[in-house]
């Protein structure tokens, strides 16, 4: 009977073509060793020949199965899309199941259609609309048949409607925006073909809509064509949208010069930020998921071509290196004019009463003995000047001139016998040899360290004791820790960012990396090349810095061995340990901000944030160790902190979102560190933490507040203090009653307050002892803060953010600014790297006006 009704219906239609026959046969043989011929049972089997654009008004039951046949003209160079649509309005007790058979491809679906969201959620849809996958043909034109079966097991019937057409504007065009409606049931999707000469296409979609959330999709041209949300992420290139999507697409990862962009709009919004509004009561129970259509726009770009790449690149490298030209330039002109100052340079042991009308010295006339080899003794010099000065001496009040030459004499041999106790002492001890604790560095004075430090004024003689070769070592480890933190941070991170980006070329998540989408040039495996060229300056500037301190170093270990009475007793005492890590801080800055642009995420902004904090920490130890040399913190206490610092940054990005139990913890140790190192700087370490502490405290209440009220003795500390206290205080108040969620930019904010709080005293304070601010060092400042101020409102533009989800972070992706190449945050990486360099010469030059200034007369605050 299955046969007899087969055979019977292959009558009744026409077949056109043998396709058509020897597929109905192959249906008609299945029905009868699968269905009628095993249970004996009849089912009528129609096949009708179906237009495009009709509408079909049938009803189907177990009983019956009706098959659809079209057939068009598929051309090898024209594509044309096919779109089957079916709406089931009334309500049914089976679903009923549509196949549709290509020549290469079979597509399934039934109705009602259930997608599953969270918690195993149902979402039934009863109108569907698919597009058919169109395989490539090799000849130039050829007729294509496809069949669409209609069939359900309910007995009782239920009406269908089902209508196949054309898609009209199926393939996109390059520059032309084209506009459709998706929803979870009707997913769309487009061909796009590259055009000759471009290589890189940018695929944008916009909507005006928020919600609901969608997915954009780039696949290659093959079948199936996954575009269901339960299947998208299969294969090919995807992310999440609400209102802009973007996806740079090469045509070297698609063989066929073509691909297909797929929208598909999701059952549920949580993925994009979204609320879930549904709950159900029971795990089966269907949800209505309401009308959920989405009018998007579609646009494809021609990307940058390589003569960009190359210009962005010159304009990176001719930026920072101009600083190197410039710096060049003064270098040369200032040892120029150190010439000219040698040249007519006088003897400190010389009037310029001596020095008038005579012709200038002879090389043998102002020391040059011991530089030219001369073996004449210094002690035979020495002993003929003493003989001269008992001869030539004061005679009451008055002095007696001295002749010329027996006064150069005598200069010649103070020369000589300094410059060979340096070069014997230097000789018999090295840095390496000597240990700050090897010996105490202030014998004379060891019982009067209190006195010395707790005097109501200081002056920097007073806190720079020690023997200078025992803090210079002790200040070059901070370069060596920071260096040897450096390789042992830096190669984790390379190693874990390459991991990042290979999982995201291999699976095409775009969701893992937080790029702005709308300017992210690709280069090899780099996403985003434009964000990691982009740090370069802080790489170039920071070594630039380095050399700079370098030059500085050198020319002051020759004025020591020189004896300069300027370097040895005069000015800020001279030790560049702090500025070498600074500069090492800078580079490694550039290096794993570049790390954390491969793929940027908030598990990773870490790597982006760590050396700012070593940066500000660094900067304020070299702010204090300016007038506190002597009592400053140690390589190993200062890195031990900024260690604490980074784990509870780690500790805030994993626990921290909204967990009240951190937050209090952290308040509380924020506010309490705050008390110790203002306590700590107050007394200038001239206290202990111990089990006496409270009784201590409280004999100072009592005797400085109660017993008599006195004010505090020092008063500038303690204005300093205040305010810094204030400052954190509000900022740990902030922190537990908002809990922002990027914790790493709040900690890194604490920072930075609490260094420009320090920076403006040190000014103040500079400025109210009588001091001076040279020329170069305010037009550094001014730079610095005109710099400072347009990085940061190119960092605030907020480009991107980890801190929402991937489709609401792209919501504030934005269109390159710069060369059509560098985007806001690349400007802010740009100028934020010349404040820091800026910043960092504003630190090494804001005290060069007391060089000539002796350190008992520089005031320590």
């Given at each position: 009977m299955v046969l007899?009704?087969?055979?019977?219906?292959?009558?009744?239609?026409?077949?056109?073509?043998?396709?058509?026959?020897?597929?109905?046969?192959?249906?008609?043989?299945?029905?009868?060793?699968?269905?009628?011929?095993?249970?004996?049972?009849?089912?009528?089997?129609?096949?009708?020949?179906?237009?495009?654009?009709?509408?079909y008004n049938d009803t189907v039951t177990s009983e019956n199965q009706t098959i659809y046949a079209f057939?068009?003209?598929?051309?090898?160079?024209?594509?044309?899309?096919?779109?089957?649509?079916?709406?089931v309005s009334q309500g049914f007790e089976s679903p009923i199941l549509f196949v549709v058979r290509q020549k290469q491809a079979v597509l399934s679906f039934q109705i009602p259609l259930i997608l599953r969201g969270l918690y195993q959620r149902k979402y039934p849809y009863n109108h569907v609309g698919r597009t058919l996958c169109q395989p490539p043909t090799r000849v130039a034109s050829e007729t294509q048949y496809f069949f669409v079966d209609v069939s359900t097991l309910s007995t009782q019937g239920t009406n269908y409607q089902l209508r196949v057409s054309r898609v009209e504007s199926f393939t996109l065009h390059t520059d032309k925006k084209f506009s459709f409606t998706a929803s979870p049931s009707q997913p769309q999707y487009?061909?796009?073909?590259?055009?000759?000469?471009?290589?890189?296409?940018?695929?944008?979609?916009?909507?005006?809509?928020?919600?609901?959330?969608?997915?954009?999709?780039?696949?290659?041209?093959?079948?199936?064509?996954?575009?269901?949300?339960?299947?998208?992420?299969?294969?090919?290139?995807?992310?999440?949208?609400?209102?802009?999507?973007?996806?740079?697409?090469?045509?070297?990862?698609?063989?066929?010069?073509?691909?297909?962009?797929?929208?598909?709009v999701k059952t549920e919004d949580e993925a994009c930020g979204g609320p879930l509004r549904f709950y159900p009561l029971r795990p089966d129970e269907l949800i209505d998921a309401g009308n959920r259509s989405k009018i998007i726009d579609v646009i494809v770009t021609p990307a940058i071509k390589s003569e960009v790449y190359v210009m962005g690149m010159l304009f990176c490298l001719g930026i920072f290196l101009s600083f190197y030209l410039l710096t060049l330039l003064m270098a040369c002109v200032e040892n120029k004019r150190m010439k000219k100052s040698e040249v007519f340079q006088i003897p400190a042991d010389m009037s310029p009463a001596e020095t008038a009308g005579q012709t200038p010295a002879s090389p043998y006339e102002y020391g040059s003995f011991a530089d030219n080899g001369s073996t004449l003794s210094s002690e035979a010099i020495t002993d003929s000047a003493t003989s001269t000065d008992n001869n030539y001496g004061y005679v009451g009040q008055e002095p007696f001139k001295r002749r010329p030459i027996l006064n150069h004499l005598h200069h010649l041999a103070i020369r000589i016998d300094r410059s060979l106790d340096s070069v014997g002492r230097s000789r018999h001890e090295s840095l390496s040899s000597v240990e700050e604790d090897d010996y105490d560095t202030l014998d004379d004075i060891n019982s009067d360290k209190n006195i010395v430090r707790?005097?109501?004024?200081?002056?920097?003689?007073?806190?720079s004791r020690k023997d200078k070769r025992i803090l210079s070592k002790k200040y070059q480890i901070y370069f060596w820790n920071i260096a040897t933190i450096a390789v042992?941070?830096?190669?984790?991170?390379?190693?874990?960012?390459?991991?990042?980006?290979?999982?995201?070329?291999?699976?095409?998540?775009?969701?893992?990396?937080?790029?702005?989408?709308?300017?992210?040039?690709?280069?090899g495996a780099l996403s985003a090349f434009n964000n990691i060229l982009s740090n370069l300056g802080y790489v170039l500037l920071g070594l630039l810095f380095l050399l700079i301190i370098l030059k500085r170093d050198i020319v002051h270990q020759r004025a020591l061995v020189r004896n300069d009475i300027n370097a040895l007793e005069c000015g800020i005492p001279k030790h560049f340990g702090l500025y070498y890590a600074m500069g090492t801080a800078l580079m490694m800055e550039g290096l794993l901000s570049a790390c954390y642009h491969v793929c940027p995420n908030y598990t990773n902004f870490q790597f982006d944030t760590s050396f700012m904090y070593m940066i500000a920490g660094l900067c304020m130890l070299k702010l204090y160790q300016k007038r506190h040399p002597d009592i400053n913190a140690s390589a190993y206490t200062a890195y031990a902190c900024l260690a604490g610092v980074i784990f509870f940054s780690v500790l805030g990005v994993v626990f921290g979102k909204?967990?009240?139990?951190?937050?209090?913890?952290?308040?509380?140790i924020h506010i309490l560190a705050t008390m110790l190192l203002s306590t700590q700087l107050y007394y200038m370490g001239r206290w202990r933490l111990d089990s006496g502490i409270l009784r201590r405290m409280a004999h100072i209440i009592y005797t400085d507040s109660i017993r008599q009220c006195s004010g505090p003795m020092y008063i500038d500390r303690m204005v300093l203090l205040v305010m810094g206290n204030i400052v954190n205080w509000s900022l740990a108040a902030y922190g537990l009653l908002e809990r922002p969620n990027d914790f790493a930019s709040y900690l890194l904010a604490i920072a930075i307050c609490n260094l420009l709080l320090y920076f403006a005293f040190y000014i103040i304070m500079k400025l109210r002892s009588g001091e001076r601010i040279q020329c170069l060092a305010l037009v550094?400042?001014?730079?610095?803060?005109?710099?400072?101020?347009?990085?940061?409102?190119?960092?605030?533009?907020?480009?991107?953010?980890?801190?929402?989800?991937?489709?609401?972070?792209?919501?504030?992706?934005?269109?390159?600014?710069?060369?059509s190449f560098f985007d806001d945050h690349d400007i802010w990486h740009f100028l934020s790297s010349i404040a820091m360099f800026g910043s960092f010469l504003v630190l090494m030059t804001m005290d060069d006006d007391l060089d000539t200034v002796q350190r008992d007369k520089i005031f320590a605050f």
């Open positions: 007899r009704s087969c055979w019977k219906s292959r009558h009744k239609t026409s077949c056109r073509g043998p396709a058509p026959c020897w597929i109905l046969l192959w249906f008609c043989v299945t029905q009868f060793v699968l269905g009628g011929g095993a249970q004996g049972q009849t089912k009528n089997v129609v096949q009708k020949d179906a237009e495009f654009d009709i509408t057939n068009h003209t598929v051309s090898r160079n024209k594509s044309e899309g096919v779109r089957v649509t079916v709406d487009f061909k796009y073909v590259f055009p000759d000469g471009v290589d890189t296409v940018i695929v944008k979609v916009n909507s005006d809509m928020t919600f609901p959330c969608s997915v954009m999709s780039i696949q290659d041209i093959q079948c199936p064509v996954y575009d269901l949300d339960n299947n998208v992420a299969f294969i090919g290139m995807y992310q999440t949208m609400t209102k802009k999507g973007a996806i740079t697409v090469q045509r070297k990862d698609f063989p066929s010069n073509s691909f297909y962009v797929v929208v598909v707790t005097k109501k004024f200081l002056y920097v003689a007073d806190l042992f941070y830096a190669l984790p991170v390379v190693q874990l960012v390459i991991t990042y980006q290979t999982v995201v070329n291999v699976t095409g998540n775009q969701d893992i990396c937080y790029y702005n989408f709308l300017c992210a040039h690709p280069l909204g967990n009240n139990v951190f937050w209090i913890i952290f308040s509380v550094c400042i001014l730079f610095t803060a005109v710099v400072w101020g347009l990085a940061l409102y190119f960092f605030f533009q907020g480009l991107s953010t980890w801190q929402k989800t991937p489709a609401e972070s792209r919501e504030h992706n934005r269109d390159c600014i710069l060369l």
